[in-house]
């Protein structure tokens, strides 16, 4: 299984996993004009619009909790801005329509939900947002819990990371595979890559302790890494800044992760 997803900077589809590539993950990127309309029906799946970069409206309705708008949200111009972003949690069955107002970049991250117990769809404003920073010296990134597992949702997680110039980041290398809580849960994840400036590129690689799977990937501005299992760390080349959009999910909704404990040690140096 190829684990990269190439991007287009070309077409209004930035970047598409294909729906089969991953058991519990899906994810898409848009680029939209003034006026241009994206329709979202998640059908089965709970939704998590991100709203990356300018303005838009988002217009929806569900059956049970009826129609409802979220209008002119947006306020920052680029991921690399020091801002969180706008986003909406929709619960499965809703039908959306994301409305652009002038030149907007939006994400759609979906992933299984219960219909058997329909959380309401809500707007998540940046203020409400968790901001960290991890790691320490060329360790270092930048955090924004967009989704996380300490809001609601059925099993979606979502978060975004800055990453500077020269920096390594999901690292030292972890892995989130296994159905062994409290010590680790089994969490399927999705990368979405951004680099400033565009023509950059990072590098991830992605394996297992038994080297089942061992794919290292020149990653580039709009690609997508998927990691189904196993580590996945990223390091970047000096002189470009890295985003990453985060998406997990998996049978239950907790972040317990595994370092490798090969590197290990680099948390104690």
């Given at each position: 299984?190829?684990?990269?997803?190439?991007?287009?900077?070309?077409?209004?589809?930035?970047?598409?996993?294909?729906?089969?590539?991953?058991?519990?993950?899906?994810?898409?990127?848009?680029?939209?004009?003034?006026?241009?309309?994206?329709?979202?029906?998640?059908?089965?799946?709970?939704?998590?619009?991100?709203?990356?970069?300018?303005?838009?409206?988002?217009?929806?309705?569900?059956?049970?909790?009826?129609?409802?708008?979220?209008?002119?949200?947006?306020?920052?111009?680029?991921?690399?801005?020091?801002?969180?972003?706008?986003?909406?949690?929709?619960?499965?069955?809703t039908e959306a329509r994301v409305i652009a107002h002038g030149?907007?970049?939006?994400?759609?991250?979906?992933?299984?939900?219960?219909?058997?117990?329909?959380?309401?769809?809500?707007?998540?404003?940046?203020?409400?947002?968790?901001?960290?920073?991890?790691?320490?010296?060329?360790?270092?990134?930048?955090?924004?819990?967009?989704?996380?597992?300490?809001?609601?949702?059925?099993?979606?997680?979502?978060?975004?990371?800055?990453?500077?110039?020269?920096?390594?980041?999901?690292?030292?290398?972890?892995?989130?595979?296994?159905?062994?809580?409290?010590?680790?849960?089994?969490?399927?994840?999705?990368?979405?890559?951004?680099?400033?400036?565009?023509?950059?590129?990072?590098?991830?690689?992605?394996?297992?302790?038994?080297?089942?799977?061992?794919?290292?990937?020149?990653?580039?501005?709009?690609?997508?890494?998927?990691?189904?299992?196993?580590?996945?760390?990223?390091?970047?080349?000096?002189?470009?800044?890295?985003?990453?959009?985060?998406?997990?999910?998996?049978?239950?909704?907790?972040?317990?992760?595994?370092?490798?404990?090969?590197?290990?040690?680099?948390?104690?140096?």
């Amino acid at each position: 299984m190829d684990l990269l997803v190439k991007g287009s900077a070309d077409s209004r589809t930035l970047v598409q996993v294909p729906d089969d590539a991953l058991e519990y993950v899906g994810f898409a990127a848009y680029r939209l004009n003034e006026g241009d309309e994206l329709p979202v029906n998640g059908q089965d799946k709970e939704v998590c619009i991100v709203l990356l970069s300018g303005k838009a409206t988002i217009t929806a309705n569900h059956a049970q909790k009826g129609s409802f708008a979220w209008e002119n949200i947006g306020d920052r111009q680029s991921v690399f801005e020091d801002k969180s972003p706008y986003a909406a949690y929709l619960p499965p069955a809703t039908e959306a329509r994301v409305i652009a107002h002038g030149k907007a970049e939006v994400a759609v991250c979906l992933a299984p939900g219960n219909p058997d117990e329909t959380l309401p769809p809500r707007l998540i404003e940046p203020a409400t947002m968790k901001r960290s920073t991890r790691g320490k010296d060329a360790n270092t990134r930048y955090v924004c819990d967009i989704l996380p597992d300490t809001a609601e949702a059925h099993s979606l997680l979502v978060v975004e990371v800055i990453t500077p110039s020269g920096h390594s980041s999901s690292y030292p290398p972890h892995k989130h595979d296994t159905d062994d809580l409290p010590a680790q849960s089994f969490l399927e994840e999705s990368y979405y890559h951004r680099l400033n400036p565009s023509q950059g590129f990072v590098f991830q690689r992605v394996y297992t302790d038994d080297r089942s799977i061992d794919q290292a990937m020149a990653v580039e501005n709009n690609d997508v890494v998927l990691v189904p299992k196993g580590y996945h760390p990223v390091c970047v080349p000096w002189g470009y800044t890295s985003y990453y959009l985060n998406v997990m999910a998996g049978p239950k909704r907790i972040w317990k992760f595994h370092n490798d404990p090969a590197h290990e040690w680099l948390l104690q140096s």
